[in-house]
Protein backbone atom coordinates (compact mmCIF):
# COMPACT_ATOMS: atom_id res chain seq x y z
CA UNK A 1 0.00 0.00 0.00
CA UNK A 2 1.13 3.80 -0.45
CA UNK A 3 2.86 5.54 1.70
CA UNK A 4 0.82 8.66 1.19
CA UNK A 5 -2.75 9.81 0.62
CA UNK A 6 -3.65 12.66 -1.24
CA UNK A 7 -7.11 14.54 -2.14
CA UNK A 8 -8.32 12.89 -5.53
CA UNK A 9 -9.01 16.00 -7.12
CA UNK A 10 -8.71 19.91 -6.90
CA UNK A 11 -9.20 22.77 -9.10
CA UNK A 12 -7.26 25.66 -9.24
CA UNK A 13 -7.86 29.47 -10.91
CA UNK A 14 -4.83 30.31 -13.63
CA UNK A 15 -2.77 32.71 -12.13
CA UNK A 16 -3.35 32.13 -8.42
CA UNK A 17 -1.63 29.47 -6.18
CA UNK A 18 -2.20 25.80 -5.79
CA UNK A 19 -1.82 24.21 -2.56
CA UNK A 20 -1.57 20.40 -2.85
CA UNK A 21 -1.28 18.58 0.60
CA UNK A 22 -0.65 15.08 1.08
CA UNK A 23 -0.04 12.96 4.14
CA UNK A 24 2.28 10.53 5.17
CA UNK A 25 1.61 9.68 8.78
CA UNK A 26 3.89 7.01 9.16
CA UNK A 27 7.43 8.16 7.34
CA UNK A 28 10.54 7.09 8.56
CA UNK A 29 13.58 9.28 9.39
CA UNK A 30 15.65 8.25 6.56
CA UNK A 31 12.82 8.73 4.28
CA UNK A 32 12.38 11.92 1.66
CA UNK A 33 9.03 12.84 0.04
CA UNK A 34 9.46 13.33 -3.73
CA UNK A 35 6.99 15.01 -5.92
CA UNK A 36 5.80 14.01 -9.27
CA UNK A 37 3.23 15.13 -11.97
CA UNK A 38 2.18 13.29 -15.08
CA UNK A 39 0.65 15.05 -17.89
CA UNK A 40 -1.18 12.95 -19.94
CA UNK A 41 0.15 9.87 -21.56
CA UNK A 42 3.18 11.18 -20.63
CA UNK A 43 6.09 9.65 -18.08
CA UNK A 44 6.06 11.24 -14.53
CA UNK A 45 8.04 14.28 -14.40
CA UNK A 46 10.30 14.74 -11.05
CA UNK A 47 9.33 17.99 -9.68
CA UNK A 48 10.63 18.64 -6.07
CA UNK A 49 11.97 16.52 -2.71
CA UNK A 50 12.83 17.28 0.84
CA UNK A 51 13.31 15.60 4.17
CA UNK A 52 12.87 17.84 6.63
CA UNK A 53 13.30 21.38 5.90
CA UNK A 54 11.03 23.42 3.19
CA UNK A 55 12.45 23.10 -0.66
CA UNK A 56 12.20 25.87 -2.77
CA UNK A 57 13.26 25.52 -7.14
CA UNK A 58 12.06 27.06 -9.88
CA UNK A 59 9.08 24.77 -10.28
CA UNK A 60 7.50 24.68 -6.84
CA UNK A 61 8.03 25.08 -3.17
CA UNK A 62 7.27 21.99 -0.76
CA UNK A 63 6.45 22.62 3.04
CA UNK A 64 7.17 19.95 5.03
CA UNK A 65 5.34 20.09 8.75
CA UNK A 66 7.53 19.59 11.90
CA UNK A 67 6.43 16.42 12.84
CA UNK A 68 6.88 15.10 8.85
CA UNK A 69 3.71 13.90 9.13
CA UNK A 70 2.85 15.85 6.22
CA UNK A 71 3.96 18.17 3.10
CA UNK A 72 2.13 20.93 0.78
CA UNK A 73 3.32 21.58 -2.41
CA UNK A 74 3.08 24.24 -3.72
CA UNK A 75 2.92 26.12 -7.47
CA UNK A 76 2.95 29.68 -6.73
CA UNK A 77 1.19 31.14 -10.12
CA UNK A 78 -0.73 28.02 -11.61
CA UNK A 79 -0.60 28.28 -15.43
CA UNK A 80 -2.91 25.79 -17.91
CA UNK A 81 0.22 23.80 -18.52
CA UNK A 82 -0.06 22.56 -15.03
CA UNK A 83 -2.39 21.23 -15.39
CA UNK A 84 -1.89 17.20 -14.25
CA UNK A 85 -1.78 14.35 -12.12
CA UNK A 86 0.45 14.92 -9.07
CA UNK A 87 1.92 12.00 -6.96
CA UNK A 88 3.60 12.72 -3.49
CA UNK A 89 5.83 9.19 -2.74
CA UNK A 90 8.24 8.86 0.69
CA UNK A 91 11.37 6.40 -0.41
CA UNK A 92 14.71 6.36 1.16
CA UNK A 93 17.46 8.12 -0.07
CA UNK A 94 21.27 8.74 0.42
CA UNK A 95 24.07 6.89 2.05
CA UNK A 96 24.34 3.69 1.74
CA UNK A 97 22.13 0.91 2.52
CA UNK A 98 21.66 -2.80 1.84
CA UNK A 99 17.99 -3.07 0.36
CA UNK A 100 16.22 -1.35 -2.38
CA UNK A 101 12.76 -0.04 -1.12
CA UNK A 102 10.02 -0.10 -3.50
CA UNK A 103 8.54 2.90 -4.62
CA UNK A 104 5.25 3.23 -4.40
CA UNK A 105 2.48 5.49 -5.80
CA UNK A 106 -0.82 6.00 -5.14
CA UNK A 107 -3.68 7.30 -7.00
CA UNK A 108 -2.16 11.16 -6.59
CA UNK A 109 -4.43 14.37 -6.88
CA UNK A 110 -5.27 14.99 -10.18
CA UNK A 111 -5.24 19.19 -10.51
CA UNK A 112 -7.47 20.72 -13.04
CA UNK A 113 -5.99 24.62 -13.64
CA UNK A 114 -9.34 26.11 -14.60
CA UNK A 115 -9.20 29.83 -16.73
CA UNK B 1 21.55 15.44 -22.02
CA UNK B 2 19.53 12.59 -23.22
CA UNK B 3 16.91 11.54 -21.32
CA UNK B 4 15.41 8.01 -20.41
CA UNK B 5 14.69 6.37 -23.78
CA UNK B 6 11.77 3.55 -24.28
CA UNK B 7 11.60 1.63 -26.72
CA UNK B 8 9.09 0.65 -28.82
CA UNK B 9 6.48 3.03 -27.81
CA UNK B 10 3.57 1.54 -28.87
CA UNK B 11 3.01 -2.17 -29.68
CA UNK B 12 -0.08 -4.20 -30.24
CA UNK B 13 0.22 -7.74 -29.48
CA UNK B 14 -2.18 -11.06 -29.13
CA UNK B 15 -2.84 -13.11 -26.28
CA UNK B 16 -0.40 -15.76 -25.69
CA UNK B 17 2.59 -13.72 -27.53
CA UNK B 18 5.48 -12.28 -25.71
CA UNK B 19 6.85 -8.95 -25.91
CA UNK B 20 9.96 -7.53 -24.84
CA UNK B 21 10.16 -4.10 -24.15
CA UNK B 22 13.93 -2.11 -23.56
CA UNK B 23 14.96 1.11 -21.84
CA UNK B 24 18.12 3.16 -22.17
CA UNK B 25 18.80 5.06 -18.81
CA UNK B 26 20.47 8.72 -18.54
CA UNK B 27 24.18 8.27 -19.02
CA UNK B 28 25.69 7.53 -15.86
CA UNK B 29 22.60 6.28 -13.54
CA UNK B 30 23.15 2.67 -12.47
CA UNK B 31 19.46 2.10 -11.17
CA UNK B 32 17.11 1.40 -13.69
CA UNK B 33 12.91 0.51 -12.62
CA UNK B 34 10.03 -0.59 -14.16
CA UNK B 35 6.02 0.64 -13.61
CA UNK B 36 3.04 -0.73 -14.98
CA UNK B 37 0.47 1.90 -15.31
CA UNK B 38 -3.38 1.16 -15.97
CA UNK B 39 -6.53 3.02 -15.50
CA UNK B 40 -7.76 0.83 -13.06
CA UNK B 41 -4.50 0.19 -10.82
CA UNK B 42 -2.36 3.29 -11.49
CA UNK B 43 1.48 3.23 -10.98
CA UNK B 44 2.60 -0.25 -10.27
CA UNK B 45 6.22 -1.11 -9.10
CA UNK B 46 6.89 -4.41 -11.27
CA UNK B 47 10.75 -4.63 -10.38
CA UNK B 48 14.54 -2.66 -9.36
CA UNK B 49 17.47 -3.51 -10.94
CA UNK B 50 20.97 -2.20 -10.58
CA UNK B 51 24.44 -3.88 -10.96
CA UNK B 52 22.52 -6.19 -13.44
CA UNK B 53 21.20 -7.55 -10.69
CA UNK B 54 17.26 -7.37 -9.80
CA UNK B 55 16.97 -5.54 -6.01
CA UNK B 56 13.34 -5.84 -5.45
CA UNK B 57 10.21 -6.77 -6.75
CA UNK B 58 6.49 -5.76 -7.05
CA UNK B 59 3.60 -8.48 -6.54
CA UNK B 60 2.96 -9.10 -10.33
CA UNK B 61 3.44 -12.87 -11.57
CA UNK B 62 6.57 -14.87 -12.86
CA UNK B 63 5.31 -13.60 -16.66
CA UNK B 64 7.11 -10.80 -15.97
CA UNK B 65 10.72 -10.55 -15.81
CA UNK B 66 13.60 -8.38 -16.63
CA UNK B 67 17.31 -7.87 -16.80
CA UNK B 68 20.30 -5.25 -16.69
CA UNK B 69 23.45 -5.16 -18.93
CA UNK B 70 26.26 -4.13 -18.05
CA UNK B 71 25.55 -0.74 -19.68
CA UNK B 72 22.99 -0.24 -17.48
CA UNK B 73 20.41 -0.56 -20.05
CA UNK B 74 17.59 -2.75 -19.18
CA UNK B 75 14.79 -5.23 -20.86
CA UNK B 76 11.49 -6.47 -19.60
CA UNK B 77 9.73 -9.19 -20.67
CA UNK B 78 5.81 -10.33 -20.82
CA UNK B 79 5.51 -13.80 -21.57
CA UNK B 80 1.91 -15.74 -22.22
CA UNK B 81 0.49 -12.16 -22.70
CA UNK B 82 -3.51 -11.76 -21.19
CA UNK B 83 -5.77 -8.30 -22.14
CA UNK B 84 -5.10 -7.29 -18.84
CA UNK B 85 -1.54 -6.81 -19.40
CA UNK B 86 -2.64 -3.85 -21.66
CA UNK B 87 -1.15 -0.85 -20.24
CA UNK B 88 1.45 2.31 -20.20
CA UNK B 89 4.94 0.13 -19.16
CA UNK B 90 7.30 2.71 -17.82
CA UNK B 91 11.24 3.12 -16.56
CA UNK B 92 12.65 5.31 -14.74
CA UNK B 93 16.26 5.73 -13.83
CA UNK B 94 18.38 7.26 -11.35
CA UNK B 95 21.73 7.34 -9.35
CA UNK B 96 22.83 4.71 -6.85
CA UNK B 97 21.70 6.31 -3.73
CA UNK B 98 24.94 4.71 -2.24
CA UNK B 99 26.58 7.08 -3.82
CA UNK B 100 24.98 9.70 -1.76
CA UNK B 101 22.87 11.21 -3.71
CA UNK B 102 19.14 11.68 -3.30
CA UNK B 103 17.80 9.39 -5.42
CA UNK B 104 14.76 11.43 -7.90
CA UNK B 105 13.59 9.40 -10.89
CA UNK B 106 13.53 9.93 -14.24
CA UNK B 107 10.95 8.64 -16.05
CA UNK B 108 10.82 8.03 -20.14
CA UNK B 109 7.59 8.63 -21.86
CA UNK B 110 6.54 4.47 -21.85
CA UNK B 111 5.51 1.76 -24.19
CA UNK B 112 2.45 1.09 -24.80
CA UNK B 113 1.45 -2.40 -24.88
CA UNK B 114 -2.32 -3.46 -26.22
CA UNK B 115 -2.68 -6.91 -25.95
CA UNK B 116 -6.01 -7.93 -28.51
Known sequence: ???????????????????????????????????????????????????????????????????????????????????????CIVRVAGGLRTSYDKVIFGPGTSLSVIP | KAGVTQTPRYLIKTRGQQVTLSCSPISGHRSVSWYQQTPGQGLQFLFEYFSETQRNKGNFPGRFSGRQFSNSRSEMNVSTLELGDSALYLCASSFHPGQGVTGELFFGEGSRLTVL
Not at chain 1, 5 to 28: F, K, V, Y
Not at chain 1, 42 to 60: C, F, V
Not at chain 1, 67 to 82: E, G, N, V
Open chain 1, 1 to 87: DAKTTQPPSMDCAEGRAANLPCNHSTISGNEYVYWYRQIHSQGPQYIIHGLKNNETNEMASLIITEDRKSSTLILPHATLRDTAVYY
